[in-house]
């Protein structure tokens, strides 16, 4: 964890730009590649749950986790993480409404699936089905690839629904709805927070559990976006803020 206000005042948080800039590098000139980079993520968002919520936590040896992906990078950051969620012994359900045509997201589809891992074909309305069938969600919806503005059905209903629930929410990279660096008031409120390479601007103001998975990203890369990330214990890919 990191030590107190010291840290959080040197960490830097990123812009939209900055996120962007950050990926293409490190995909063009690092040449890492986009599945790679999936992999990194998920796996590190499924670490996140696992330190936010462990097993005995949640009282069940195989807790039920909720992974909602969205259409979007995002999405597949979800689909990865949940696959690796069940190698935690943990029992995810992926609703995932609008496939995406990508070999990316495509390939983790069928890696999920035959894992058996199940998807759900439509989203309950009604709250208290979610809040008794699951102990928790992550949302993968919507990250910073996309403009909160441009969400369209099936998931402006989806964020209603979501906003309702009793059961804790995980966020990856980004609570949907939230912009990057700007008005929050739409999205909704995880407890838990995992960013991805660095805290964006508008995770300045979040309150819960947050978790940055960041330590993969090059030292050049760390010095010239002059990231300040913090140091992670041991072998950990994430580190609690």
């Given at each position: 964890m990191c030590d107190g206000a010291a840290d959080r005042c040197r960490l830097t948080t990123a812009s939209k730009l900055e996120?962007?800039?950050?990926?293409t590098e490190l995909v063009k000139e690092y040449r890492f590649g986009k599945q790679q980079l999936m992999e990194i993520w998920g796996h590190a968002c499924a670490i996140g749950?696992?330190?936010?919520?462990?097993?005995t936590s949640l009282g069940k040896r195989q807790p039920t986790v909720l992974v909602v992906c969205g259409p979007e990078q995002n999405g597949c950051i979800g689909l990865v993480c949940a696959r690796h969620l069940r190698m935690f012994e943990y029992a995810?359900?992926?609703?995932?409404?609008?496939?995406s045509p990508s070999p990316l997201h495509q390939d983790s589809m069928v890696q999920c699936e035959r894992m058996d891992i199940p998807f759900l074909s439509y989203l309950p309305t009604e709250v208290q089905l979610i809040n008794g069938a699951y102990n928790l969600v992550v949302d993968a919806i919507v990250g910073p690839e996309m403009?909160?503005?441009d969400l369209k059905e099936p998931y402006t209903g989806i964020l209603l629904t979501l906003k309702q629930v009793k059961i804790p929410i995980a966020s990856l990279d980004l609570p949907s709805g939230w912009e990057v660096e700007g008005d929050n008031t739409d999205g909704i409120n995880p407890d838990v927070l995992i960013s991805l390479m660095a805290p964006k601007k508008c995770a300045a103001g979040f309150s819960g559990k947050?978790?940055?998975a960041g330590r993969f990203l090059p030292f050049d890369i760390q010095r010239k976006y002059?990231?300040?990330?913090?140091?992670?214990?041991g072998?950990?890919?994430?580190?609690e803020l």
């Open positions: 996120a962007v800039a950050i990926e749950i696992v330190k936010a919520f462990p097993l995810p359900t992926i609703f995932y409404p609008k496939r403009d909160p503005a947050h978790f940055l002059e990231l300040n990330l913090p140091e992670c214990s072998t950990d890919c994430l580190v």
